[in-house]
């Protein structure tokens, strides 16, 4: 329980109105895209960094869990605040600072929307890759601290590829900014690096600088439609074995497109068995012979069709397709036990196979789908919530699905973090030492466990008292 | 003094004849590119990584400083055993361990020489962008711990872009691997980005996962000569702001014309008052085209001659020049306080005409170039080491250089590290509670002060006494 007194002192950095113990309020901040729920005790809104330090000092002299919030979009739970006490959302803090066309730099407060940024670069012939699904809800403050992915990822790198700079608040409450706005910087250890993908759990962003490219001139949409998933899973190898790096290079395997055939009317091949799209981008002329290049080197994997956009519509068509994927597995009103593994390339085939495997040892459909280009694939083990055994097995295929990941030199997560999802597998990937490390240097730099608990670590994870059944 | 117990034990670890505390080895390994000096107690050359982690142990153990070290190339003093104790070199660890074709991925010891590793990857059509100076020596271990930069990263970016992971042994002696062969991966903190640059104070680096990029087609440069600095300085970023990013983006002054006329026998417009050197690369036939898009940018800006190379003897021929800056600059006979400031780009005009008032101030002649690309520039601060009124003056004409760098937006060190050359200087860069949260994180991971103590943090620099003059 948070005091009378504490609640008074919030009041007075952030203003009344963006304090509230409600409980309406406070179910509003209690769950994410997890869908698991977590009560927090105070729900604060800072306008400013100057409020955020003021909070973290108070918090940290109380011994307050601090869940920094941005829009709640994270699979893992992130933002969850799994040991209660105090919610801060990020929300106010959403103002673009500046946009320097000069230097490609751009510098963001963490509430900014991603995608509402995305449209202000590009009004300016400017580019900013990192493009995760989420892109009209999450903020980059999210993306930054879970280390966003997306679509365009393969070719253009992730979320902390493009950020140069951060202004943190520390767990102690002290104010440090990190990098800059220049290209270069090797004056002290890299803590940019460090807090992005650090999942808030070692310091609170408060602004953001980001390095930006020249927008593309122009780019080309491909759909490929395969007989088997092999020949999907064997095209993404060999695009890139021929030393193509497409702008994205998508992938869906049968059951997805079976599952958007139901429920999104979509129109394929009966025999189409996995479906990859590809984008190309770049000078508008050196487009039309990538895209040949590409057919060509996949056309003996055993294409059934290929569309290629040659207009907007066109392309728009085609990833109307991708987009309706979540939504359409939505509607099989299943559970979705959704994991991002990622994998080597050259072990997407095999990978597949396993989790075909899977699948059948478990009896439990899997669909598959996502980013193919960088081996970053989301499974979709599909379960019933009503029946125990299903949800039962669910589980014991994650965990299965893992081990598989793991064998073929992979990574559980390749975009959307561990959190409190996977925090009970973090011993399969890292070892005890590389744990041992993390958490000391966690220790050392919030010594109470105030900054989001509960996250990553399994041991920190053992009792969530929070949680709403 | 280490205990000849312990040099015993050394000797069962690597091998006798790889640990050596005669004096001529000592001394062998006593300096790197600063020149200064300092005797380490003994020498050792660990076999692997196994070594490595008993070597650490051993040192935690009884307290002995470890000094690792690579090709000794560093400007800043990364590999100097200032407080004594144990060089340990890393050039036996030199193999390179996989270039993966299909997934465009690389695994090497710390001890391969950059160059090296650079042609093996191009024999098989793939490319490894970052080449400091110093590649035909240097290491890739030590590239990693300083970060290491060169002419190429304005496109392509610096070391610490390429490196998806790392086998390590910490100061005390545990073995632990970061990140992996995978595109994406964010399970965990990402320790790989922050032992990158941290100059071989948090770990030692025994194995590096690299990423690679598919070689580009072709490359076309071309030399530009101006009238005047100003012109050249505002050239880089009229080219970036036309959205244009060269490969290669390299600056001479006019006192570097004037040197290379001296002592390298240039020829070159007498008005000549800067050059670039830029290049280009990509798809053959697209080449030609973004060449004339640079010159029509740029031709307002008093352009006097431009060279544009048609084959690779012609390339060759404009890279002599810039090869040939350093060389000339040692011919003058002067001490050369060498510097890699950073700014802005868009900051590089009056960036340069704060260096000239600098230059009048403590009368010393300023010799400016390098990566204008992305605003590092190597500043050549020249004194006659006879003189001690000149030598006095460079000192303090150090630190209005890094003032005024810092007054624009930039740091210090672009590329070369804080080491013990820049440690003084930390506190105009970093404020107090950056530092401290540094300095934390350091007695977190190594509690001792054993690896590589004395550098970045100025505090531990204060008494050097190995030092030999």
Not at 311 to 317: D, G, H, K, R, Y
Request: with cysteine; charged share 25%.
């Amino acid at each position: 329980m948070i005091s009378e007194k504490v609640i008074q002192e919030l009041k007075e950095i952030c203003g009344s109105k963006f304090v509230s113990c409600e409980k309406t309020d406070r179910v509003l901040y209690s769950y994410d895209a997890t869908r698991k729920q977590f009560l927090p005790d105070v729900v604060v809104h800072p306008a400013d960094a100057q409020a955020v330090s003021r909070i973290m000092t108070l918090a940290h002299h109380h011994r307050i869990p601090v869940y920094p919030r941005g829009s709640g979009t994270g699979f893992t739970g992130g933002a969850l605040p799994v040991h209660g006490g105090m919610v801060m959302g990020m929300s106010r803090m959403n103002r673009i600072l500046d946009i320097d066309q000069e230097n490609l730099v751009a510098v963001v407060e963490p509430g900014v929307v991603t995608g509402d940024f995305q449209k202000a670069v590009e009004a300016l012939g400017l580019f900013y890759p990192p493009d995760p699904a989420s892109l009209k809800v999450s903020s980059l403050g999210g993306n930054v601290a879970e280390c966003a992915g997306g679509p365009r990822c393969v070719k253009y790198g992730v979320t902390k590829d493009y950020v140069i700079g951060l202004e943190v608040v520390t767990p102690t409450g002290d104010r440090i900014e990190t990098g800059g706005t220049t290209m270069k910087g090797v004056v002290g250890y890299d803590l940019t690096k460090l807090f992005c993908g650090s999942e808030g759990t070692l310091a609170v962003i408060t602004k953001i600088i980001l390095k930006l490219l020249p927008k593309p001139q122009a780019k080309k949409t491909m759909l490929v439609v395969f007989d088997a998933i092999d020949g999907a899973a064997k095209a993404v190898s060999a695009i890139i074995r021929e030393k193509i790096i497409p702008a994205t290079l998508e992938f869906m395997d049968g059951r997805t497109l079976d599952c958007l055939r139901q429920t999104a009317g979509l129109s394929m091949p009966e025999a189409a068995g996995a479906a990859l799209i590809i984008e190309v981008d770049g000078d508008r002329e050196f487009l039309d012979k990538q895209t040949q290049r590409i057919l060509t080197v996949i056309e003996s994997l055993g294409v059934l069709e290929n569309r290629v956009a040659n207009t907007f519509e066109e392309s728009e068509e085609i990833w109307k397709i991708r987009r309706a994927i979540s939504p359409s597995l939505k509607k099989l009103g299943l559970e979705k036990f959704n994991e991002d593994i990622c994998v080597p390339r050259s072990r997407l085939p095999e990978m597949i196979r396993r989790i075909e495997k899977i699948s059948d040892q478990y009896n439990l459909p899997i669909v598959n789908f996502g980013h193919a280009g960088d081996g970053n694939i989301h499974v979709n083990i599909m379960a019933d919530k009503a029946d125990a055994k299903q949800m039962a097995n669910a589980e014991h295929a994650v965990e299965a699905l893992f081990r598989a990941t793991l064998a073929l030199g992979g990574t559980m997560s390749g975009e959307h973090g561990v959190g409190i999802m996977k925090a009970p597998y973090l011993s399969l990937e890292l070892s005890s030492q590389s744990i041992l490390y993390m958490k000391t240097l966690k220790k050392a730099l919030d010594p109470h466990n105030i900054l989001n608990p509960g996250k990553i670590f399994p041991d920190d994870d053992a009792p969530l008292p929070g949680e709403m059944k």
